[in-house]
């Protein structure tokens, strides 16, 4: 059975304040409203990222977002006053962690090896 794609899914409190935050940090919005509960944003590499109304499983989530930039991505979040942790920089990786307002772990990674997940 060939996998055709991958859709991360975040579970939050409430779709509407969630998803105007996630349109601020991810500086687009939703593309695609597939169900009142549901919210979804596309990359343009490939997959999605999806936030669905739960609000009892609501911040147990964790994704990771590959970037290009994660020197550009740093200026965005102070830009937008969003708090984070340190840029890690790693030989193979430099990546920066942040917590959504539900609580859901989000890390962005800049892979510096092309096998890796770009």
């Known amino acids: 059975m060939p996998i055709l794609n991958a859709i991360a ?3 939050v409190r409430d779709l509407h304040a969630a998803s105007a935050w996630y349109a601020s940090l991810l500086d687009k919005e939703a593309d695609s409203r ?3 509960e549901v919210a ?3 990359f343009d590499r ?4 999806q936030l669905y109304q739960q609000p009892e499983r609501a911040g147990g989530g964790s994704v990771t977002l590959a970037v290009d930039d994660i020197e550009l991505l ?3 979040l102070q830009q937008l006053n969003v708090a984070h942790g340190a840029l890690t ?3 193979k990786v430099h990546t920066i962690m ?7 772990h989000i890390a962005f990674a800049q892979a ?5 997940a770009r």
């Open 9 to 11: 899914s975040l579970a």
């Open 34 to 36: 597939p169900m009142p």
């Open 40 to 42: 979804e944003w596309r």
């Open 46 to 49: 490939g997959g999605w990222l």
């Open 74 to 76: 740093a200026t965005h």
């Open 89 to 91: 920089k790693a030989a």
């Open 98 to 104: 942040l917590t959504d307002p539900d609580g859901n």
């Open 112 to 116: 510096l090896e092309h096998a890796m």
